[in-house]
């Protein structure tokens, strides 16, 4: 039996179940639609202390206190982004969790890669931002439901530009979406149903890898993607240099003017 549609859900969203079935993803399942939340993180967190199971996914097309890295808001228009998290059990430490994001954030800049033109190019501002010409089209935020020092469940919530073309005065100079670089004929206007399957696909396919093996086998695709290398960066303790690359435990290679080299293993690095 067809299920009621979801009253102010975009239909863009209508065949989601059909296609996580259809490529036989083992996460995106079940699904809650949610026309507003609070936060789709939050929604996943209080699921998992309810023992929701591995890979349950909550999509809203509104946020009241949507939020990005080091606490601060995201924004995502209504109808216009993507804004989903998905709960996973996987088996890992709270050290692990840094690689994790890392994970995911590739996983969101391949989604991205796969829904723009191929003269633009999407690429990873560490740790784990999605950039297209420089300004944002994507973010990434991995929190864990922890019982002492256990980690029972990793939230993955990521907030996706997809058809906005105009953008809030606070943002406009550095935000930008995957309607302004779509691809071409057939491809016609970004699908959200499309880009979050492709996004659920590649961390079906990395996190728990990543988890259990490290970045090692996914290394070569941060080299490839790495938007801060060979550009000079300052960083919250006041690390000035130049980035040299992401190294194997997920860390920020910096060598500062004096010819030293520094690693940033948390945080954020800032173009100069």
Known sequence: MKRDWPRGIGRDYEKLEEEI???GIAIGKPIELLE????TNDAAKRA????????????????SRGRGRQ???WIGARGESILASVLLRVKCDARDLPPISLAVGLAARDAVARAIDS???????????VLVAGKKVAGVLVEAVLTGARVDAVIVGVGINVHQRDFP?????RAT????FARDGSHGAPDRARVLVDLLEGIDRDVALVASRGLGLVHARF??????????????DGTRGEAIGIDLDGALRVKRDDGTIVRLVSGEAHLV
């Open 21 to 23: 079935a259809a490529r």
């Open 36 to 39: 507003e939340i609070d936060s």
């Open 48 to 63: 998992a202390k309810r023992d929701a199971l591995h890979g349950a996914l909550f999509v809203a097309e509104s946020q």
């Open 71 to 73: 606490g601060r808001a």
């Open 119 to 129: 003269s633009a190019r999407a690429e990873i501002k560490w740790p784990n931002d």
């Open 169 to 173: 005065d606070e943002i406009a100079a």
């Open 177 to 180: 979406s995957i309607a302004l």
């Open 223 to 236: 080299v490839a993607a790495d938007a801060l290398r060979g550009k000079r960066v300052t960083s919250e």
